[in-house]
């Protein structure tokens, strides 16, 4: 447990569906994202959210939709995905900012959403 | 962010020393190096963090010599438990985002 929990572990969902992922940290932190990791492909980060605000947006399409009602709660709303968004869904959380020598540890992922758009 | 370079894959054997190296040329004064660890279909996983000089702790060493340029993950006596992808990254502390190469996979063998 890493302290960042996410919901569903694993999703099969059709693509005329509407499913929603969920993410909590319990650690007190201030910004929470969202990455996408495809098969054999590279982390890509999707949203930014810093005091609940979104910061980032990286060219997400909209079929992704995210919400943060508050600093420990994260959603991704999924709506009409395509085969090609089957991916791993990873949810972090940290303490922005921070400076070297404070002994921070930089991003706490969750154990992240298995997705299947089938 | 600085851009970072590491090998795509590394084997190693059990009982072994692993020494991953990743080049950072452009790293900022403001920037420092973090090292993750990520097996398959989980998050990655915090494992070091420094600035310059050495870092250790219960899990790695991190060698980072004077000029910055370059670090070291040091991993003493790999287990096949220790197979999994690492990550290398320079980021100042006000970063708004960390961006995650394509890391190098260690394979340990029996």
């Known amino acids: 447990e890493t302290g960042v929990t996410q919901t569903p572990r694993h999703l099969v969902m059709g693509m005329t569906n509407k499913k929603s992922l969920k993410c909590e940290q319990h650690?007190?932190?201030?910004?929470m994202y969202w990455y996408k990791q495809s098969a054999k492909k590279p982390l890509e980060l999707m949203f930014v959210?810093?005091?609940?605000?979104?910061?980032e947006n990286n060219s997400v399409p909209s079929r992704f939709s995210p919400e943060c009602p508050n600093s420990s709660h994260l959603f991704l709303h999924l709506h009409t995905l395509q085969p090609e968004d089957s991916a791993l869904y990873l949810c972090?959380?940290?303490?922005?900012?921070?400076?070297?020598?404070?002994?921070?540890?930089?991003?706490?992922f969750g154990s992240g959403t298995r997705l299947t758009v089938v | 962010l600085a851009k970072t370079t590491q090998p795509i894959s590394m084997d190693s054997y059990e009982g072994q020393e692993v020494n991953i190296t990743c080049s950072h040329n452009n790293i900022a004064t403001n920037d420092y190096i973090t090292w993750y660890q990520q097996f398959p279909s989980q998050g990655p996983r915090f494992i070091i963090q420094?600035?310059?000089t050495k870092v250790t702790n219960e899990v790695a060493s991190l060698f980072i010599p004077a000029d910055r340029k370059s670090s070291t993950l040091s991993l003493p006596r790999v287990s096949l438990s220790d197979t999994a992808v690492y990550y290398c990254?320079?980021?100042?502390?006000?970063?708004?985002?960390?961006?995650f190469g394509s890391g190098t996979q260690l394979t340990v063998l029996p």
């Open positions: 990254l320079a980021h100042s502390g006000s970063a708004r985002q960390l961006t």
């Open positions: 972090a959380s940290s303490q922005e900012p921070h400076f070297p020598g404070q002994g921070l540890y930089g991003y706490t």
């Open positions: 420094g600035y310059k």
């Open positions: 650690l007190g932190h201030n910004a």
């Open positions: 959210y810093n005091f609940k605000e979104q910061t």
